[in-house]
C-alpha cells in the first residue's frame, strides 16, 4: 500500500543561508499516529509547513495522500488538516460561522450534521454562536482543531497542540486523536511532552538541526535505545562504591543508602547474576530492590546528544583533514 506522506530527498535553505532541513526521507502509513520530536529549532514546523504547502522546499519531493505537493497542489493540501502551534483565527465571527467557513475554503458543500459532530466532539456546541474573541485560550484551541478538521481531511498535522493548555482539553483532544484514528485518519503529532509521545504515537521520529536522526516503532525504540536499573536499598549506607566492585556500571546514591546498577535491555547477559555474586561475595547486604525503564524523554536525550556529539566528531576530522 502506498503511504499516505512520502517525503524524498527534502532539503530547505532560506535566502540568508540559514538549512533548515538537511535530505529527509520520510515515509507515514494510513492510519497511524506519527510523533515527530525534536529540540526547538530541530525543523519540526519547517517540515510541517513544507508537506503543508506552506513553505517551498529547495529540493526535494511531497506527495500527500497520492497527490505531488508542489505540482497537485489543491488536491495534496484537500487531504491535510493543520492544527498550527499560534492561535490565528477570526475573533469576531462565531464559532459556528469560521468553522462552517472553513470547510468552504476547500470547496466543500454545507454539511451542518458534520459540522454539529466535530463542535460537540470538542466540547464547543454549547459556544457554537459565540465569538471566538469571548472564548477562553483553551476553547481558541478547540475551535483551531475543529477548522482542521471541517473538510474530512484523511491526514491531521497537530504542531504543538497541548502547549499552555488546560489538562482537561488535552484529555479531549487525545480522546478525540484516538476516535479519528479509527475512522482511518492519520495523525502527526509534534510534541515537547514526550510522555504523550510514548502513550500515543505507533511510530516515532527524532529530529535534530534539521536531519532526521531515526525513524523507529515506539515499542522498538524502547526496547533498542532503553537502559534498565536494578536498585538495591542498603540497610547499612555505604561511603563509597567499594574497589572490588568498581568495574561494574554502579551509582552510589548521596545519603549512601541505595546501590543502582545499570544494564542494557537488548543484552543477552545483563551481569545481573555476576553482579549479585560478587555483591555476596564483598558482604553487602540489600533488603530491598527494584528496576526501572528508561523513559522515552531519556532515550530522547541522549539521541539528540549523541547525533551533537557525532556531528561535532566529524567537523573535527574535516578540520584536521
Known amino acids: 500500500m502506498e503511504p499516505i506522506i ?9 535566502a540568508g543561508g540559514f538549512t533548515a532541513l538537511k535530505n529527509i526521507d520520510l515515509e507515514i502509513q494510513r492510519g497511524e499516529i506519527f510523533a515527530l520530536l525534536g529540540p526547538n529549532g530541530a525543523g519540526k514546523t519547517t517540515l510541517i509547513s513544507i508537506i503543508c504547502g506552506i513553505v517551498n522546499p529547495s529540493g526535494g519531493t511531497v506527495r500527500a495522500g497520492g ?3 508542489q505540482r497537485d497542489y489543491r488536491r495534496a493540501r484537500g487531504e491535510i488538516g493543520l492544527v ?4 490565528a483565527t477570526d475573533s469576531f465571527e462565531s464559532v459556528w460561522t469560521t468553522v462552517n467557513f472553513s470547510r468552504g475554503l476547500f470547496g466543500k458543500a454545507p454539511n451542518p450534521a458534520y459540522i454539529e459532530k466535530i463542535l460537540r466532539q470538542l466540547s464547543l456546541w454549547e459556544k457554537k454562536d459565540s465569538r471566538i474573541m469571548a472564548l477562553s485560550g483553551g476553547m481558541k484551541r478547540r475551535v483551531m482543531i475543529a477548522k482542521a478538521l471541517s473538510h474530512e481531511p484523511s491526514i491531521l498535522f497537530l504542531d ?3 502547549a499552555g493548555v488546560d489538562v482537561e482539553l488535552r484529555q479531549d483532544m ?5 476516535s479519528l484514528r479509527e475512522s482511518g485518519v492519520t495523525i502527526i503529532l509534534t510534541t515537547h511532552y514526550i510522555e504523550e509521545a510514548e502513550q500515543m504515537a505507533d511510530r516515532i521520529g527524532v529530529i535534530n538541526r534539521g536531519e532526521l536522526v531515526l525513524v523507529e516503532e515506539k515499542n522498538t525504540l524502547m526496547q533498542k535505545m532503553g537502559e534498565k536499573e536494578l536498585s538495591l536499598h542498603l540497610p547499612e549506607p555505604l561511603q563509597a562504591v567499594p574497589e572490588s566492585l568498581a568495574d561494574l556500571p554502579l551509582t552510589l546514591s548521596a545519603n549512601g543508602s541505595q546501590l543502582v546498577y545499570r544494564f542494557d535491555i537488548k543484552s543477552s547477559d545483563t551481569g ?3 553482579f549479585l555474586r560478587r555483591l555476596n ?4 547486604e540489600f533488603r530491598d530492590l527494584h528496576t526501572r525503564e528508561s523513559s522515552l524523554e531519556e532515550i530522547f536525550v541522549g539521541l539528540v546528544r549523541g547525533a551533537r556529539k557525532e556531528k561535532e566528531e566529524q567537523l573535527t576530522k574535516e578540520a584536521q583533514g
Do not use: C, R
Request: glycine residues 4%; negative net charge; aromatic residues 10%.
Open 272 to 274: 545481573i547474576a555476576e
Open 174 to 178: 487525545w480522546k478525540m486523536v484516538h
Open 6 to 14: 512520502s517525503v524524498k530527498g527534502l532539503n530547505k535553505t532560506y
Open 160 to 162: 504543538e497542540p497541548t
Open 67 to 69: 497527490f505531488d505537493i
Open 281 to 284: 561475595e564483598a558482604n553487602i
Open 84 to 87: 498550527p502551534q499560534e492561535l
